[in-house]
């Protein structure tokens, strides 16, 4: 794809990865991504934003060919989706610097053995002057390593964010048209890779979010010309308390636990509560992430295999402490035949969730009358919890 324009002296560089599907060898990518970096050009300076993933390097390169000239390359975060390409950029203009954070700088030597007298390290809050442009940079730790940072272009009203406000949408549109479909791939993405920094996450809301911005310009995915959607969506996710919605990740393997989930929904369902059911057997797990950004309760189904969790549901677990949810209240449901340690193994996981535990429902093979009661008794008991925390 060729260079497009912004504006007279801002540029859209970068490649579309259609065919991606799978970030870190871990996060689906259903709608594949985009790699975007950007050109402002000074009347003195001119300044390259981001690189873009290695394997898309040759597309980056070939939209640098009629630019003479690069001052300065901003990093604003040191993963290689955003800078595995700037050694490339920076054998093509020996002349550049590097402009990063303490922290940036640091892993970016050691990521890309970029040498140190290409850096100029600054500040939260530094001003760099491109002549009749300024670029601010402003220090976000956590969107998504601790190195990161995004750059405020005041004259343009022009946030480059970098991974914050991104989505992982292969487009060719350049700014964001369908609302709904980038709604649902930032909320993806904000679940993966943010969730476990919320509280920072806010701060750093707080910190852009009263600049007068036109347009938020993220590293991955098209550009928003209505900031507020994004900052809005932000706010709600980070801030706002969970929603009257439980989660099940769970998997069968003769039946018992899927009739006990089958049951648990159903008494979910009578009281009001919106259930999320997730087949571990086959899942997309950023799915299943963004489902935990909002959700009250968790509750994790399981059959006993070698006398623990299956081991899907030990990955799920291992994934929701780590993602650090803002739920309230957990519990988990599974069979067992001979023996079980799944809710000593499984609680044990999940020591991250600040949640209250729900009395806990296993059954011997088949499900009996007796299990399904005690089952439309956890129903009814997180239903309460939620009433009574004032979830809605
Ligand atoms: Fe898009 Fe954290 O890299």
């Not at 709608?31 to 300044?47: F, H, M, R, W």
């Not at 000239?69 to 595995?84: F, L, T």
């Not at 009433?387 to 809605?392: D, K, P, R, S, Y």
Request: glycine share 6%; proline share 5%.
């Amino acid at each position: 794809m060729n260079m497009r324009t912004i504006s007279e002296d801002i540029f859209w560089l970068g490649a579309v990865d259609w065919d991606r599907r799978l970030f870190d060898s871990l996060i689906p990518l259903p709608d594949g991504t985009s790699y975007n970096a950007y050109l402002v050009k000074g009347n003195e300076k001119i300044a390259l934003i981001d690189s873009v993933d290695p394997s898309m390097a040759k597309q980056l390169l070939a939209q640098l060919e009629t630019v003479d000239i690069i001052d300065y390359v901003v990093a604003h975060h040191a993963e290689q989706d955003h800078s595995g390409t700037i050694p490339l950029v920076l054998d093509k203009y020996p002349m550049a610097k590097v402009i990063t954070t303490p922290k940036g700088k640091d892993l970016l030597m050691f990521l890309l053995r970029i040498p140190e007298e290409k850096f100029i390290v600054v500040g939260d809050g530094e001003v760099i002057s491109l002549g009749d442009k300024t670029l601010t940079f402003i220090h976000t730790p956590w969107v998504h390593w601790p190195e990161t940072m995004v750059t405020w272009l005041e004259e343009d009203g022009i946030l480059f964010s970098c991974d914050f406000f991104g989505s992982h949408i292969a487009t060719n549109e350049l700014y964001v048209r369908d609302k709904g479909r980038v709604y649902e791939a930032a909320k993806r993405y904000f679940a993966e890779i943010m969730m476990p920094f919320r509280a920072i996450i806010e701060k750093n809301i707080a910190k852009v979010k009263n600049l007068d911005i036109k347009l938020i310009a993220p590293s991955h995915g098209a550009i928003y010309d209505d900031p507020s959607f994004i900052l809005d969506a932000y706010e709600d996710w980070v801030s706002s308390p969970p929603k009257n919605i439980v989660v099940i990740p769970y998997i069968t393997m003769h039946g018992s636990t899927s009739l006990l989930v089958e049951r648990l929904v159903s008494a979910l369902t009578d009281r009001g509560v919106r259930v999320e059911q997730f087949n571990l057997a086959d899942t997309d797990i950023g799915k299943l992430a963004m489902a935990l950004v909002d959700a009250a309760t968790i509750v994790i189904g399981t059959p006993t295999v070698l006398a623990g969790a299956h081991p899907n549901v030990v990955y799920a677990a291992y994934l929701a402490n780590a993602l650090r949810p803002k739920a309230k209240f957990a519990s988990i449901i599974g069979s067992y035949g001979w023996g079980t340690k799944v809710i000593e193994q499984l609680s044990s996981m999940i020591s991250n969730l600040k949640v209250e535990v729900i009395p806990p429902v296993l059954c011997k093979g088949l499900p009996t009358q007796s299990d399904f009661e005690d089952i439309d008794t956890l129903g009814k008991t997180i239903a309460k919890k939620h009433e009574e925390a004032g979830i809605l």
